[in-house]
């Protein structure tokens, strides 16, 4: 019986709420374009908020900004 592989994780979007995370850095890696600085580079991610990202996705998909103020405000 063969086993099935696990889906691809879609970088550009939340691994939260999956809708698109607008990360500067995949899409300069889709669009060719020079890496620009995105806006999660001077936010801090509480460890709380970073537990609810599921395995597979960590280090692979970026929290969005609209989960990340969410979390951050209760």
């Given at each position: 019986?063969?086993?099935?592989m696990?889906?691809?994780i ?31 580079v ?33």
């Amino acid at each position: 019986m063969p086993s099935q592989m696990p889906a691809p994780i879609d970088a550009c979007a939340c691994p939260l709420c999956g809708k698109p995370n607008q990360c500067a850095m995949e899409v300069a890696k889709t669009s060719g374009q020079p890496v620009a600085k995105c806006w999660c580079v001077n936010v801090s991610f509480p460890p709380e908020l970073l537990a609810k990202v599921p395995v597979a996705s960590q280090r692979k998909a970026c929290i969005c900004q609209a989960c990340a103020t969410k979390d951050a405000h209760g």
